[in-house]
Nanobody, 121 residues
Framework: QVQLVESGGGLVQPGGSLRLSCAAS????????MGWYRQTPGKERQLVAY????????MYADSVKGRFTISRSNAQNTVYLQMNDLKPEDTAVYYC??????????????WGQGSQVTVSS
């Protein structure tokens, strides 16, 4: 049974960087493809990146490709999102979750509290 805690967000100026962490509790973290999602008020949560269980394959939404990097440490039960060249449109609450089906938007676990990222001058 995996529980998720996101951290690392904050206020940053355009062009700045942040690294988000997602700490997972449980015995089977290494088995799950993990994704980062973001949500703004009044909008649906959207998948921005995911990484498979062995770190063999990663995917990025077009809006973040080239700026964000997803990584994971199965030994630490943690998924990271390195965010560079941040833009105001990246402002959102960021969440992680295990992915059941990326195309269907299906996830495995309860959502954590998320981590707020605000990009503003």
């Amino acid at each position: 049974q995996v529980q998720l805690v996101e951290s690392g967000g904050g206020l940053v100026q355009p062009g700045g960087s942040l690294r988000l962490s997602c700490a997972a509790s449980g015995n089977s973290f290494r088995l799950y493809t993990m994704g980062w999602y973001r949500q703004t008020p009044g909008k649906e949560r959207q998948l921005v990146a995911y990484i498979d269980s062995s770190s063999t394959r990663a995917m990025y939404a077009d809006s973040v490709k080239g700026r964000f990097t997803i990584s994971r440490s199965n030994a630490q039960n943690t998924v990271y999102l390195q965010m560079n060249d941040l833009k105001p449109e990246d402002t959102a609450v960021y969440y992680c979750n295990g992915i059941r089906s990326a195309q269907a938007g299906a996830t495995w676990f309860n959502w954590g509290q998320g981590s707020q990222v605000t990009v503003s001058s």
